[in-house]
């Protein structure tokens, strides 16, 4: 009864090396969000997707970008991953755009950086 | 935009005793106040939420109260067991805008 679904769990890449983690949602909710945690640091969005509208949070590394092919499915892509970038990754979903709509995360993906 | 704070950062209690996490936020526009438990390692997840038209809301052990004017709300947690042990967010959100969280609190249960 998984409902939002992340891949890998673990994932290690190398200084520079450019490394993709995946979403995949059942829910069918409208917005997906990626965060980045450290430690025991409170998650930091990075953007999120309404259906296909693409929205960037001001403060997000240009590094970041993200792809959601369909409703389902949503892509972070890390294009040259420094040692500043290791963190637990997560993803979650809603039904609308916050404003009372509870976001549902996934399990995470841990990166390390070599 | 909004700021949301969040005291104490490290809360210790005997089991059984009650625990009590607060929040502030800024942006009166927020109506929506979600509380996360995170485990070591796992994903966060909703534990209760409230809304800006109730003052408070119930679920067992678990409540939260909101005091609009003050623009505080608060988690309380009655007959604390190991198991509650985690790490606690509060969040805030205005209507159809991005979820604010607080740094969170490391609730301990000692037994």
């Known amino acids: 009864d998984a409902m939002v679904i992340q891949n890998p769990r673990y994932q290690v890449t190398q200084f520079g090396k450019p490394v993709t983690l995946s979403c995949s949602q059942t829910?069918?909710?409208?917005?997906m969000y990626w965060y980045q945690q450290k430690s025991s640091q409170a998650p930091k969005l990075l953007f999120h997707?309404?259906?296909?509208?693409?929205?960037n949070e001001a403060d997000t590394p240009d590094n970041f970008q993200s792809r959601r092919p369909n409703t389902s499915f949503c892509f972070l892509d890390i294009r040259s991953p420094g040692l500043g970038d290791a963190a637990m990754y997560l993803c979650?979903?809603?039904?609308?755009?916050?404003?009372?709509?509870?976001?549902?995360f996934g399990p995470g993906t841990r990166l390390t950086v070599t | 935009g909004e700021n949301v704070e969040q005291h104490p950062s490290t809360l210790s209690v005997q089991e059984g005793d009650s625990a009590v996490i607060k929040c502030t936020y800024s942006?009166?526009?927020?109506?929506?106040f979600p509380w996360y438990k995170q485990e070591l390692g796992k994903r966060p997840q909703l534990i209760i939420d409230?809304?800006?038209?109730?003052g408070e809301k119930k679920d067992q052990r678990i409540a939260v109260t909101l005091n609009k004017t003050a623009k505080h709300f608060s988690l309380h947690i009655t007959e604390t067991q190991p198991e509650d042990s985690a790490v606690y967010f509060c969040a805030a959100s205005p209507y159809g805008n991005k979820l604010v969280f607080g740094a969170g609190t490391i609730l301990r249960v000692k037994s």
């Open positions: 979650a979903t809603s039904r609308e755009y916050s404003g009372g709509y509870e976001q549902y």
């Open positions: 409230i809304r800006s038209n109730v």
């Open positions: 997707y309404y259906d296909k509208d693409f929205n």
């Open positions: 942006d009166s526009a927020s109506n929506y």
């Open positions: 829910l069918n909710h409208n917005v």
